[in-house]
């Protein structure tokens, strides 16, 4: 599934791709995407010029003019690719997960610009288009979710007072987005590594040093990632072929019964789920 940083991947080359750029042409192959598209879809996007491709958790918000946005969710397996007129296509995939040329099978969307197309691909369909039409709309939208581990609004009060009282698990708290929006399963295991806190730790127990070591960790995991190239599913490949390089920088994640990498830590990295989710640790470093 993308996480965070493989979505800011795509949302990177896309805004370098189609920013300023006119949509001449929409093409539905498919409607039955987790929101099922309408006619009224191409109208809202033909003849259009994009203003920008921006993120918020993993929603790609492309800004079209008079404060109208369309909404594009990867759910578990979308990728986006795009195919020049005169060029060859192998090297289609704007993220780094899925085949790196475009499939023959469950291409659904096509959007056309002048000598290019943008094909959205998603085998599973979970992902979507939707339209927004207000920027008040937009703000609703994402009114759910937590902030991003990017943002002032992550603080230290903010974590503390979220936190406090709360009897649960300190793993789940980090995959729960209405507290902090875009850390996916693998993330949450490293973060935990780094700020060296056992993931079943209950989330009252955090003191304030807990609370701090969370807040800058999950920025630096996730920039890293992003720097990296993203890496979220298990047969990640980047386009040559190769493993993601964030993957082989693993601290925990899918280490079980291996040493720790701690400098002088003589601990074994553990496997155990968390609220159904694969978790993973140093049962000697992480209190
Ligand atoms: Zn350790």
């Known amino acids: 599934m993308p996480e965070l ?37 191409k109208k809202f996007l033909e003849n259009k010029i994009i203003n920008k491709v921006s993120r918020f958790s993993k929603y790609l918000i492309i800004f079209l003019p008079s404060n109208k946005f369309c909404l594009i969710h990867l759910g578990m397996s979308g990728t986006i690719h795009v195919i020049y007129d005169k060029k060859k296509n192998y090297l289609t995939n704007q993220s780094f997960y899925n085949s790196p040329s475009l499939p023959t099978k469950h291409n659904h ?33 994402f009114a759910h979710l937590g902030p991003e581990p990017f943002q002032s609004k992550f603080n230290l009060e903010y974590v503390l007072n979220y936190l406090k009282r709360k009897e649960k698990k300190i793993k789940s708290f980090l ?24 993931p079943n730790k209950k989330a009252y127990l955090l003191n304030k040093k807990d609370c ?12 890293d990632a992003i720097k990296k190239g993203g890496s979220s599913i298990k047969d990640f490949k980047n386009t040559s072929g190769k493993k993601g390089g964030f993957q082989k920088n693993f601290k925990v994640y899918e280490r079980n019964g291996l040493n720790c990498k701690r400098f002088k830590c003589k601990g074994i990295i553990q496997k155990k789920t968390i609220c159904n989710r694969a978790t993973f640790f140093c049962n000697t470093c992480q209190k």
């Open 175 to 198: 995959l729960d987005q209405a507290f902090v929006s875009g850390i996916g399963n693998i993330y949450a295991s490293e973060i935990l590594f780094l700020s060296k806190i056992n």
């Open 5 to 41: 940083p493989e979505v800011e991947i795509v949302r990177q080359s896309l805004d370098k791709k189609i920013r300023q750029k006119k949509v001449k042409k929409v093409i539905l192959r498919n409607k039955n995407l987790r929101i099922k598209l309408t006619n009224n879809f």
């Open 212 to 223: 701090k070591k969370i807040i800058s960790f999950s920025i630096k995991v996730l920039i």
């Open 109 to 141: 969307v096509e959007i056309i610009f002048d000598n290019f197309r943008i094909v959205y691909n998603d085998p599973r369909r979970f992902g979507f288009f939707q339209m927004i039409k207000t920027t008040k709309e937009l703000k609703k939208r």
